[in-house]
């Protein structure tokens, strides 16, 4: 009889408490916003010049449309890279304001984030070292420094590492039924020892811009000092019959894979960005994204890089 009274009186509460559940709104609405640093320097052949994109953060029910898009850049901030006891002072420039021969040299440094012309309805800007004196090396630390028109400061540092490349590629066909007009791409490398290696890769095809795909980053924790072969997923290129077959290669397409070193807490950053986006769904757990940014959020990171061109056969 006591376990039925205590079944019972279970019941009852379990019911008052779902008869008593309300909707939870997270208090964000009134949280200040947050500057958001996305910046890089790359030592190695055909590296891109050093910049700087600086944003604000939005509230979490913003609506975005191309007035959201005109409020989010920080203009009139002081963005200077000091290396070696010298300090080079940074620029800002914003797409409409740039004759043909600029913005042609702006796209190539905006190339992972698509084709800007005059179609483009909002003004994209970001700070970049006029004078491109500002080159990255190997073994050398650069620290960022912003300082808002609002008397914010925000300062950041990277290291450019010893570069690792890759000793060779290859296509294979893929395991399942996958159609034969697909292929997988599958690399070498030889990982140093006993020095901690962290990498990162991007890909295009046909000339396509370079975009990094989920799983972009790796550490040597697992294979320091051996050599071993590893697959080398595509990066999203919105093709119905690839996306079907996650990560393959069309045959006949060139493909261009760019191939780079990081530092730790550069690497720490994409490597939590990354799960986060991996780890979807109502039971999965949040993990801070990892900054290397003092007063801010988001990244400056150094890249020592190399590049690798090869045809889908």
Same mark, same amino acid.
């Given at each position: 009889?006591?376990?039925?009274?205590?079944?019972?009186?279970?019941?009852?509460?379990?019911?008052?408490?779902?008869?008593?559940?309300?909707?939870?709104?997270?208090?964000?609405?009134?949280?200040?916003?947050?500057?958001?640093?996305?910046?890089?320097?790359?030592?190695?052949?055909?590296?891109?010049?050093?910049y700087?994109?600086?944003?604000?953060?939005?509230?979490?029910?913003?609506?975005?449309?191309?007035?959201?898009?005109? @409020?989010?850049?920080l203009?009139?901030?002081?963005?200077?890279?000091?290396?070696?006891?010298?300090?080079?002072?940074?620029?800002?420039?914003?797409?409409?304001?740039l004759?043909?021969?600029?913005?042609?040299?702006?796209q190539?440094?905006?190339?992972?984030?698509?084709n800007?012309?005059?179609?483009? =309805?909002?003004?994209?800007?970001?700070?970049i070292d006029?004078?491109?004196?500002?080159q990255?090396?190997?073994?050398?630390?650069?620290?960022?420094?912003?300082?808002?028109?609002e008397?914010?400061?925000?300062?950041?540092?990277?290291?450019?590492?010893?570069?690792?490349?890759?000793?060779?590629?290859?296509?294979?066909?893929?395991?399942?039924?996958?159609?034969?007009?697909?292929?997988?791409?599958?690399?070498?490398?030889?990982?140093?020892?006993?020095?901690?290696?962290?990498?990162?890769?991007?890909?295009?095809?046909?000339?396509?811009?370079?975009?990094?795909?989920?799983?972009?980053?790796?550490?040597?924790?697992?294979?320091?000092?051996?050599?071993?072969?590893?697959p080398?997923?595509?990066?999203?290129?919105? =093709?119905?019959?690839?996306?079907?077959?996650?990560g393959?290669?069309?045959?006949?397409?060139?493909?261009?894979?760019?191939?780079?070193?990081?530092?730790?807490?550069?690497?720490?950053?994409?490597?939590?960005?990354?799960?986060?986006?991996?780890?979807q769904?109502?039971?999965?757990?949040?993990?801070r994204?990892?900054t290397?940014?003092e007063?801010?959020?988001?990244?400056?990171?150094?890249?020592?890089?190399s590049?690798?061109?090869?045809?889908? @056969?």
């Amino acid at each position: 009889m006591r376990t039925f009274v205590l079944f019972l009186s279970i019941c009852a509460v379990g019911f008052f408490l779902l008869s008593c559940e309300k909707e939870f709104i997270p208090e964000v609405a009134n949280q200040p916003d947050q500057i958001v640093v996305e910046g890089y320097i790359e030592a190695g052949p055909s590296s891109l010049p050093p910049y700087i994109i600086l944003t604000k953060t939005l509230p979490f029910f913003s609506a975005i449309g191309r007035e959201t898009l005109n @409020e989010i850049f920080l203009r009139d901030a002081q963005v200077s890279v000091e290396v070696d006891g010298e300090s080079y002072e940074f620029e800002e420039i914003c797409w409409t304001e740039l004759d043909a021969a600029q913005r042609e040299l702006l796209q190539q440094v905006l190339g992972q984030f698509g084709n800007i012309d005059d179609s483009v =309805d909002f003004e994209f800007c970001l700070y970049i070292d006029p004078s491109f004196r500002l080159q990255g090396e190997v073994g050398k630390t650069y620290s960022l420094r912003i300082q808002t028109a609002e008397g914010q400061e925000l300062r950041a540092q990277t290291s450019i590492p010893p570069h690792v490349g890759l000793d060779s590629l290859r296509f294979k066909v893929p395991a399942g039924e996958v159609p034969d007009t697909l292929k997988e791409l599958r690399a070498f490398i030889s990982d140093p020892s006993p020095q901690i290696d962290f990498y990162r890769y991007f890909t295009s095809t046909n000339g396509s811009p370079f975009l990094a795909p989920l799983g972009s980053v790796a550490d040597d924790k697992l294979f320091d000092g051996q050599s071993f072969e590893f697959p080398l997923p595509q990066a999203e290129t919105f =093709d119905a019959e690839v996306d079907e077959f996650f990560g393959l290669y069309r045959v006949g397409d060139t493909v261009d894979i760019k191939w780079a070193n990081i530092d730790q807490p550069h690497f720490d950053f994409w490597n939590t960005l990354e799960f986060n986006v991996f780890n979807q769904g109502p039971f999965s757990n949040y993990t801070r994204i990892q900054t290397n940014v003092e007063g801010g959020l988001g990244i400056w990171g150094g890249y020592s890089i190399s590049f690798y061109t090869i045809v889908v @056969e």
